[in-house]
C-alpha cells in the first residue's frame, strides 16, 4: 500500500511547483522590455590591474519601491502613481541599470571594472546609489531617469552627485516609452563614466 501511495505524495508537490509558473492573470507580454549599452569593451579587451589603474567596484543599487518590480512607473500627478499597460522588463530596473553603467565605464578602457558585491574589497573606487526614478512622465509626455550616484575612494573621501536624463515627446506607448528609456539611461550612464573618470 505504501507503494501505491507515493506517486500520489510525490505528484501534488509537483502540481503545486507547476502551479506557481502558471499566469493566471491573463497573457504573457508580446516583448520585454531590457536596456542596451550604446557602447561595448569589445571582446578579449582588458584592463591590467596596475597601480596607475583604478579598480571601479559597481555594487548593487538601491530603489524606491515603485521601481522594485518589473513594471514602468507612470507619474500621474505629484500624488499619484500608474503603471504602463502591457510594459514589462526582462529584469527589475536597478540590475538593468547597474549593468549599464558597468559596461560603459569598462567600455572607457581607463579602468578595471568588477561588478560583483561579493569582490568589492578587490576595489580603489567603489560606486553605489540610489535609482530615483525609471519610468514615464504622463504630464511632460517624458522618459525620465534619475540616479543619485555615491562614489567612496579607499582613503575614505565619498562625494556625491545626481544624475538626470529626459527624452521629450514620448507617446505613452510601451515600444516608445522603452526606446526613450534606453536613450535616457544610456545618456546617464556616460555621464556617470565620464564623472567617476574624472575622480
Known amino acids: 500500500m505504501h507503494v501505491l501511495n507515493r ?18 492573470g491573463g497573457d504573457p507580454p508580446a ?8 557602447t561595448r ?4 579587451s582588458g ?27 507612470v507619474t500621474v500627478s505629484d500624488t499619484e502613481l500608474a503603471y504602463l ?14 549593468r549599464l553603467v558597468g559596461e560603459t565605464i569598462r567600455a572607457r578602457g581607463n579602468a578595471m571594472v568588477i561588478d560583483g558585491d561579493d569582490t568589492a574589497t578587490l576595489a580603489t573606487v567603489t560606486l553605489r546609489g540610489t ?8 504630464a511632460a509626455s517624458a522618459a525620465v531617469v534619475r540616479f543619485d550616484a555615491v562614489r567612496l575612494d579607499n582613503d575614505g573621501k565619498v562625494v556625491t552627485r545626481r544624475f538626470e536624463a529626459r527624452e521629450t515627446g514620448v ?23 565620464d564623472w567617476m573618470a574624472a575622480g
Open 7 to 24: 506517486p500520489v505524495l510525490f505528484a501534488l508537490p509537483l502540481a503545486l511547483a507547476l502551479s506557481g509558473c502558471i499566469s493566471l
Open 31 to 38: 516583448s520585454l522590455l531590457t536596456l542596451s549599452p550604446e
Open 41 to 44: 569593451a569589445p571582446a578579449g
Open 47 to 73: 584592463v591590467g590591474n596596475g597601480a596607475e589603474q583604478p579598480v571601479i567596484a559597481v555594487l548593487s543599487f538601491d530603489t524606491p519601491a515603485k521601481l522594485d518590480v518589473l513594471r514602468v512607473p
Open 85 to 98: 499597460q502591457e510594459a514589462f522588463w526582462v529584469e527589475k530596473p536597478a540590475r538593468l541599470f547597474r
Open 131 to 138: 535609482l530615483m526614478d525609471m519610468g514615464y512622465d504622463a
Open 171 to 193: 507617446p505613452a506607448e510601451t515600444r516608445a516609452v522603452g526606446a526613450a528609456l534606453n536613450v535616457a539611461a544610456n545618456r546617464v550612464a556616460a555621464e556617470v563614466a
